[in-house]
């Protein structure tokens, strides 16, 4: 999950550590900054690893109803849908 609610620091979890970062969004642009994690070693840290190495590339965030999308001036491109929605 990624968590944008507090609008001065972002959470989230890909599966093992907890993760924290600020970020700043004007209009459709996003920054992330810096950010803090728990540091447990899990059997599988693709997907956390992915995460970390391609959040510095966004720059783009486009939310259209329960969906939002990350994306980068690469090929980099995160999608996230609403927990609660079904």
Known sequence: FLNLTDPERASAKMGCNNLSFGYSITGNSITFKTGISTKMLCEDMSLE?????????????V???????LSGKGNEKMEFVAEDWD
């Not at 690893?49 to 966004?58: E, S």
């Not at 939310?63 to 999308?69: L, P, S, V, W």
């Open 63 to 69: 939310i259209q109803g329960h969906q939002m999308t």
């Open 49 to 61: 690893n992915d995460f970390l190495n391609n959040l510095p590339k966004v720059t783009t965030i």
